[in-house]
């Protein structure tokens, strides 16, 4: 089915026709559209209009007002002030264009007008180091982001960068091939070992190499020496390495299992994976002249970016050393994203303290002629997970808090919720259970997706499982609790979900409605401006409307007359459909009884 034109695009068309009439000099005008509370839309355009074409704004909102086609969508148009135009539109036009929505799968949502391939370089953990709550806000952001632009068209490859080269691993393959039993082991009950196993197994490796290193001049020198052959590809040395490696995807994934995200082998592509590009990539820049020699070391430098005595900042992408660093293997990313993947765009969810060295790449990469007009970069920056005292997230002892201990805390904390409801509406334990999982983890989620990327937010775990309040408890309580009525309604047998054009609708209803409507053109925005929490706000603003209207329309009782009845329905289930999509977006689930 064709997308469907929400009721403010159709009453724009219709204002900018009658604008373009009164004002044939002026070519396409913007009536400058929006919601008002003083009808149902707004059109502030005229004033700028005027003041350009030296007229009186209010007689030329006269003139507008005598041309606008009202036929079927719009009840009333007063000019009010200088010039706005405060729109009514009619309740018929509302409740059709809801059905519209309603009878199809994608709720009237539009598709791209031209998708594109997008790829999206999130969720990007550290290989044989334990995922804290810094690596939170990469991968519920980015996994939202996914989500949002696959259901608008755009065809999204998804990458891991995960952390897996570097001087450290000289270090643990050393130990490893001394100690070569190291990570010889099974899980305790002899099954699969578990990432809480795979993750100690790493740990305690770590910290045992780390101890030689530091104490043992000559396990050092052999551990740099590793390194060095870990770089030229020497089987062995890879061997083990490849190891490492598999132990941390085992921990990855357990994590990833906990925040309900599906990450797909194929697309964990480390900075492992750029290496035999990273001479090509130096080359292609030192021929062309994007980058140059500077004491030994392969810069690239810029006007505006300068240290604190003045001088300039390069981007280093080879060291003096020979040492490639980690700009070479994100230009090197970049060529591999446009080049083999086709990427029409790039996103990156990396924290706002990387934005300097991101803004470098990209514009090196832009110099290099690998980005242009039609390929374009963005870093996605967020800001950091704070405590309740305002500052960064630490536990008591002043370390970083354990993603997985954070995830198992929201969850025992949001089944202790739902615990206490259960035997009120019937649940089994493996419910309570379940919609503890779906609660606690759907909490943590829109905790952080509700607050614009950029900013730092506050970690409340007593607020975040609140049913009040604009959290994701409540926005499932909401849907859980249409899910009751409609369930009561069909027991009932004669009440159905079905649209009424033809009744005159409660303000409530309109509220609720008119929302609705909205719900197509706010996805198109959020995909547009990377925006997931524009979504949560939406689900949030929707599920205080349903509120509203379940308080002041009864739907089953008191018994309303049938037509009103159903009518009544439709709207609750239209809400509950839209709340479940704009959830599954964010990543969150929708228990259908909490």
Partial sequence: MASVPSLASSVNQRVADALASALPDAGASDPLLRRSDRADFQANGILALAKKAKANPRELATTVVEGIDTAGLIQEIEVSGPGFLNITITDRAIVETLAARAADDRLGVPLAAKPGTTVIDYAQPNVAKEMHVGHLRSAVIGAAMVEILEFTGEKVVRRHHIGDWGTQFGMLIQYLMEHPHELDHKAEDGGEVSGEEAMSNLNRLYKASRTLFDS?????????????????????????????????????????????????????????????????????????????????????????????????????????????GYAATDLSAIRDRVGTLGATELIYVVDARQSLHFKMVFETARRAGWLNDEVKAVQLAFG???????????????????????????????????????????????????????????????????????????????????????????????????????RKAGEAGDRKPVAHPELELAPAERALGLHLDHFGELIAEAAAEHAPHKVAAYLYQLSSLFATFYEQCPVVKPEPELVVGENRLFLCELTARTLSKGMSLLGIRTPEKL
């Fill in 384 to 486: 950091t997970v704070l405590g309740k005292d305002g500052k960064p997230f630490k536990t008591r002892e002043g370390e970083t808090v354990r993603l997985v201990d954070l995830l198992d805390e929201a969850v025992d904390r949001a089944t202790a919720v739902v615990r206490e409801k259960a035997e009120k509406i019937g649940l089994s334990e493996e419910e309570i259970v379940e919609n503890g999982q779906y609660v606690g983890i759907g909490a943590v989620k829109y905790a952080d997706l509700s607050t614009s990327a950029s900013r730092d937010y506050k970690f409340d775990l007593d607020q975040m499982v609140s049913l009040t309040g604009d959290t994701s408890v409540y926005l499932q309580y909401a849907y859980a609790r249409i899910k009751s009525i409609l």
């Fill in 216 to 324: 043992d001049e000559e396990f050092k020198t052999r551990a740099r020496a590793r390194v060095v052959d870990l770089q030229a590809g020497e089987p062995e040395t890879l061997a083990l390495w490849q190891r490492f490696v598999d132990e941390s995807k085992i921990y990855f994934y357990s994590v990833f299992n906990k925040l309900d995200m599906d990450i797909q082998d194929p697309d964990v592509i480390g900075e492992s994976g750029y290496n035999d590009m990273l001479v090509e990539t130096c080359k292609l820049l030192e021929d062309s002249g994007v980058a140059v020699r500077s004491n030994g070391a392969l810069c690239v430098f810029f006007d505006d970016v300068k240290g604190p005595d003045g001088n300039p900042t390069p981007l280093i992408v080879q060291k003096s050393d020979g040492g490639f």
